[in-house]
Each structure stands twice: as C-alpha cells, then as structure tokens.
C-alpha cells in the first residue's frame, strides 16, 4: 500500500513539472 501510495504521488509530481515547463517555453 506504502508502494502504491508513492507510485502516484511520484507521477504527479513531474506531470506539474512539465505543465510548469509548457506554461514558460509558451510564454517565452
């Protein structure tokens, strides 16, 4: 449950990251 719970988390954090970076190249 522990592994499940970080799988997740660990997928969301770099689809912020990446929706960050498509923000900036757009404003660039």
Not at 3 to 15: D, H, M, T
């Amino acid at each position: 449950t522990c592994n499940s719970r970080s799988a997740p988390l660990l997928l969301q954090r770099p689809s912020s990251s990446n929706n960050n970076n498509s923000t900036v190249s757009r404003t660039t």
